[in-house]
């Protein structure tokens, strides 16, 4: 079973940075989709950035230029970044951790318990 964590996320003055942290553990089987999603208040949770199979990367286009999305694999255990750069208001939200894929038991949709960024004007 897959478990994510993530870490980072802060109160920011706009134009400022933050980097956010997803740390996987267990082992995952077969993993089509690996990124970040975030949801705004009153809004439904959207995708900002992914890894997708064959790895390629699909960045929203509200994001695109300013929030870069990499990965290490250390000992076969997958840490993901989110970098953010530029932070306008627009960007809080609480940012979620994803991955999709399948095992033996089937397929899978895990998701992190959410990190908040918060962006002041």
């Known amino acids: 079973q897959v478990q994510l964590v993530e870490s980072g996320g802060d109160l920011v003055q706009a134009g400022g940075s933050l980097r956010l942290t997803c740390a996987a553990s267990?082992?995952?089987?077969?993993?089509?989709?690996r990124g970040w999603y975030r949801q705004r208040t009153g809004k439904q949770r959207e995708l900002v950035a992914a890894f997708t199979t064959g790895g390629n990367i699909n960045y929203s286009d509200s994001v695109k230029g300013r929030f870069t999305i990499s990965r290490d694999i250390v000992d076969n255990k997958v840490t993901l970044y989110l970098q953010m750069n530029s932070l306008k208001p627009e960007d809080t939200a609480i940012y979620y951790c994803n991955v999709k894929g399948s095992n033996w038991r089937g397929e899978f949709d895990v998701w992190g318990q959410g990190t908040q960024v918060t962006v002041s004007s």
């Open positions: 267990g082992t995952p089987g077969n993993v089509y989709t």
